[in-house]
């Protein structure tokens, strides 16, 4: 029941920072994940950043440049993108995920949203 719609993409100069927000339609507190992920012009979907109660986790490209934080009264998930490259251009996609019992999970994912990094 809840739906994640992505904002905040554009076009930013190599080396310039930008802010991406999740905002969901309901409360995000029940889930036990959510993250960002980046999907490059020809390479698959891959995870860039993650929060969970118990921290963070980054995809090795993004470390000391990408922070992931969460705004529970908001339900808002963001990601604070900095020195940004070339490389780091694709559409980010939100997603979040809920595992009430071991054998079931719970999974939505946002529209996207674009990110252009230029040289």
């Known amino acids: 029941q809840v739906q994640l719609v992505e904002s905040g993409g554009g076009l930013v100069q190599a080396g310039g920072s930008l802010r991406l927000s999740c905002a969901a339609s309901?409360?995000?507190?029940?889930?036990?994940?959510m993250a960002w992920y980046r999907q490059s012009p020809g390479k698959q979907r891959d995870l860039v950043a993650a929060i969970t109660s118990g921290g963070t986790t980054y995809a090795d490209s993004v470390k000391g440049r990408f922070t992931i934080s969460k705004d529970n009264a908001k339900n808002t998930v963001y990601l604070q993108m900095n020195s940004l490259k070339p490389e780091d251009t694709g559409v980010y996609f939100c997603?979040?995920?809920?595992?009430?019992?071991?054998?079931?999970?719970?999974?939505?994912w946002g529209q996207g949203t674009q990110v252009t990094v230029s040289s």
């Open positions: 309901g409360s995000i507190r029940r889930f036990d994940t």
């Open positions: 997603n979040a995920r809920w595992t009430p019992v071991v054998e079931r999970t719970y999974e939505h």
